[in-house]
């Protein structure tokens, strides 16, 4: 029986490489840090997509975060959005703007307020199913998730970044963005 560093090399997993020898990339291009800034600063004079001006954009633009992820984080803040507004509470700041009418809530006893209603029902229905998934990977995770998608603040230190990531990737194989089974 063999032992050792032959064995090692057997079991290895082959990956594409840089010249330079690190792992190779999404197959996107790392993106300079004065282009980041640039299409930043140009998303928050609204010269560009808002979505570049939040913190998950910037995170994304970087490379601290995978396609998957980012897709993650978009969809639990529109998620977390509607159900905050089906429920009466302050809108989560977004880069989308806000749909519907903000003067009065439509009748719930007519047609189009059971349409509103059903809505309502389902997306919060989406959003405790979502949480729950967030919620089973850790408290930090799901806190830092929130607070970064939701509230649009940076992340601090190398473990919210941590967390972050972990927490989208959960919520990216909830969302089926991945390729991997639940």
Not at 81 to 104: C, E, N
Request: aromatic share 6%; hydrophobic share 30%; with cysteine.
């Amino acid at each position: 029986m063999q032992t050792g560093i032959g064995m090692a090399r057997k079991n290895r997993l082959v990956t594409a490489r840089e010249p330079n020898g690190r792992i190779q990339r999404e197959g996107r291009e790392d993106t300079a840090p004065t282009e980041v800034r640039r299409l930043r600063d140009a998303a928050l004079r609204g010269m560009r997509d808002p979505e570049w001006g939040t913190e998950l954009g910037r995170l994304y633009l970087e490379g601290a975060l995978t396609g998957a992820q980012y897709a993650a984080g978009k969809r639990w803040r529109e998620e977390a959005s509607d159900y905050r507004q089906a429920i009466g509470v302050f809108p989560v700041r977004s880069a989308a703007l806000q749909r519907g009418s903000h003067s009065h809530d439509v009748d719930p006893e007519s047609e189009e307020g059971q349409k509103q209603a059903t809505r309502d029902r389902n997306g919060a229905e989406r959003f405790f199913a979502a949480h729950s998934y967030l919620a089973s990977v850790g408290n930090l995770a799901e806190t830092v998730v929130r607070r970064i998608c939701e509230e649009d603040e940076a992340p601090c230190g190398f473990a919210e970044h941590q967390a972050l990531r972990k927490g989208l990737t959960a919520l990216a194989n909830h969302y089926n963005l991945t390729r991997e089974p639940k």
